[in-house]
């Protein structure tokens, strides 16, 4: 009893000096601060402060749109190859769950073993060549059959495996953020496209009343010409203007196709005209924007919910990590069936066979490769600490950056809607006073050149001040109604 309760103890003291070794190799620098500080609110912006966002059903109310984004999400392809990511994930936390548990196996086997003669179990097997066993003679050389089951189980002790388990939960979270973030960017990308297509529409459309204008004031510039009122260079200047415009229009419906196109390989099909209605355009709005408070970014944006669980992940990663510093426990047993004849072979308690065994190890030389594998995982850990941090600040600035975006250019379409109206006015004027020969025909020809500019702006702003609103509702966190898939 003595002697055991020896060894007990060495082991004993043997063990408490390996936990001390494990914990003597996690001495790390302190980690830098996951909860960024954010401010209390958006530098004015007029937009709403209250309220939740809405779906991008609610939020965009063309059903043409609408439609469009709905055939986008079941049919890109960049949308699925993500959802085979995810089935990989789910497979690895399907994986690591099982891990915890202990493994069982059942097995059977059969062989024949023939030992030397001048061996020691040859001599042992030829004394017991003639031996009578129940009535059966032990043949020789000695079969083998047999089966068994196998238990084993490591002991997860320090956490390990749990650790393993609850960060590939919380990759397998992560990738379905990704997944909303991608929802969220293909929704996002379809709308300003679409309301860049109709732009281009009326664009198309203001090009074509120019160019009825100027060629009706070509007409009369001939028949001034013809009178003697004017040379025949205000005829070419005025015809340069029209088939200017008339080459322009080309350029714009190059445009057009390859707008279209784009909404086609986002939708995941080939290239088809983009239903859409296009009138009434310059009237357009988005529902005004609720910008809430910047907490709210950490629960609204996928981006950064997908950050913070590749944070946590690599948190519980690197606490896996440390504990292959400490001793592991595995317990393995097996109970089975063995005989040198298959007749024999169910015969209990003769034939049955049993054990159980528990081991107890720790690195104790060369834990470079553990250590190398920690400091790599707690590296990994303050990586994705600073990139959770700046994702966080990336999100607020482009908040504030589409917010201060959407104010400026309401302010400035009004201005420009004016400027419109007031070219329109100078077309007619310029017309009137030309015709009553009180103005040169060059001063008719930039008026309706600065008039087509000026409509063709206000068109282009007014996308851009869509564009701001679909960029700000994307920057809050907005456009995927997607609900997380269960656990596995």
């Given amino acids: 009893m003595k002697p055991l309760m020896k060894t007990f103890s060495c082991l004993g003291a043997a063990g408490f000096f390996l936990l001390l070794q494990g914990c003597a190799s996690l001495r790390r620098e302190p980690l830098p601060s996951s909860e960024p500080p954010l401010p209390a609110g958006y530098p004015s912006s007029g937009a709403s402060s209250g309220g939740a966002l809405a779906g991008w059903r609610e939020y965009y109310k063309d059903p043409d749109l609408v439609s ?14 993500l959802m085979q990511e995810i089935a990989v994930s789910k497979s690895e936390v399907k994986a690591r769950k099982g891990a915890i548990f202990p493994f069982l196996t059942l097995g059977g086997g059969a062989g024949l073993d023939k030992v030397g003669r001048f061996t020691r179990d040859g001599a042992v097997e030829e004394n017991r060549a003639n031996e009578i066993k129940d009535g059966r003679a032990i043949p020789s050389p000695t079969p083998n059959f047999g089966f068994s089951a196998d238990f084993d189980w490591e002991v997860d002790i320090w956490r390990k495996l749990r650790n393993e388990r609850d960060a590939a939960i919380k990759r397998y979270l992560a990738t379905q953020e990704g ?6 960017h293909i929704v996002s990308e379809i709308a300003g496209s679409y309301y860049e297509l109709m ?6 459309s203001i090009l074509k009343r120019t160019i009825e204008i100027q060629q009706n004031a070509l007409k009369a510039v001939k028949l001034q010409k013809s009178a003697a009122k004017v040379t025949e260079l205000a005829v070419r200047r005025f015809e340069a203007e029209v088939l200017k415009n008339q080459s322009r229009q080309f350029a714009i419906q190059q445009q057009i196709t390859e707008t279209e196109n784009r909404l086609n390989y986002l939708a995941g099909r080939y290239p088809q005209p983009v239903r859409r209605n296009s009138v009434g355009f310059d009237k357009q709005m988005l529902p005004a924007i609720q910008a809430g408070l910047p907490a709210q970014l950490l629960r609204n944006r996928p981006d950064v919910r997908q950050a913070e669980m590749e944070m946590a ?8 990590a440390a504990a292959r510093f400490y001793p592991s426990l595995n317990i393995s047993a097996a ?5 040198f004849t298959l007749s024999s072979m169910f015969r209990t308690p003769e034939s049955m066979i049993y054990g159980v065994a528990a081991n107890m190890a720790a690195p104790l030389i060369n834990r470079s490769a553990i250590q190398a594998a920690y400091n790599g995982a707690s590296a990994r850990q303050v990586a994705a600490i600073y990139k959770y941090q700046q994702t966080v600040l990336k999100a607020y600035v482009e908040v504030v950056n ?25 077309i007619t004027l310029a017309g009137q006073l030309f015709n009553s020969a009180r103005a040169d025909y060059t001063e008719v020809l930039f008026t309706q050149r600065d008039a087509l500019e000026s409509r063709v702006d206000l068109i282009e702003m007014k996308q851009q001040q869509l564009s701001a609103y679909v960029k700000a509702y994307k920057a809050l966190g907005g456009g995927s109604s997607a609900t997380l898939a269960g656990l596995p």
């Fill in 313 to 320: 992940a690599s948190g519980l990663e690197m606490k896996a």
């Fill in 199 to 204: 732009a281009l529409d009326n664009q198309l």
């Fill in 402 to 426: 589409q917010l201060a975006l959407i104010r400026n250019l309401g302010q400035g379409y009004e201005y420009k809607s004016r400027q419109v109206q007031a070219m329109a006015d100078s």
């Fill in 335 to 339: 109970l089975g069936l063995q005989s």
């Fill in 68 to 81: 469009l984004i709905s055939t986008a999400l079941d049919n890109n392809q960049e949308l699925s190859i």
């Fill in 179 to 184: 997944r909303n973030f991608m929802v969220t």
